[in-house]
């Protein structure tokens, strides 16, 4: 039986050419996770590696000074750089996440991008792996800046 990890970069295989499909799978996500699923995160980019993640600024994500929320960040944080993680992992594998990091540079307000990387592991890697995300606004100001960490094992 294919793990979840698989069936991610199986659905996005067919989702990715299309703005509809980015947004449906961005929304399967958001269900698949839903504490994720409330910052209304869209997948943008998905490959071994590498993740761009979009967020929009919207009451439901602001904070009482008029910005976007620390903790809506933080989400932002996780799920850009578990999926670089994810799309780098062997089918045979799975992960959870054990740490995460976010500083914050500056009040975020509009369109957020967090882009994460990671350095794809070896076959039959187990252990502890970084996901690094850096989050910009929508002038291209770096916003904040974080990292996942997971735990990778191999799938019984």
Known sequence: MPGVES???ERWSRAKG????????????????PYT???????EELEPGHSLVTMRD????????????????ANL??????????ASM?????????????EYVKKARGLLTAEGSCEPPD?????ELQG??????????????GRVTVVIGLRD
């Open 7 to 9: 069936i991610v970069m």
């Open 18 to 33: 299309s703005r509809l499909g980015r947004r449906l799978f961005s929304r399967a996500l958001g269900r698949f996770a």
């Open 37 to 43: 699923g409330t910052i209304g995160a869209r997948v």
């Open 58 to 73: 919207r009451k439901a994500v602001r904070n009482h000074l008029n910005s976007v929320h620390a903790v809506a960040m």
């Open 77 to 86: 944080t996780e799920v850009s750089g578990s999926l670089a993680i994810i």
């Open 90 to 102: 062997q089918p045979n594998t799975r992960m959870i996440p054990v740490r995460l990091e976010t």
């Open 123 to 127: 076959p039959g890697f187990e252990g």
């Open 132 to 145: 690094n995300v850096v989050i910009r606004d929508d002038s291209g100001d770096e916003v904040a800046r």
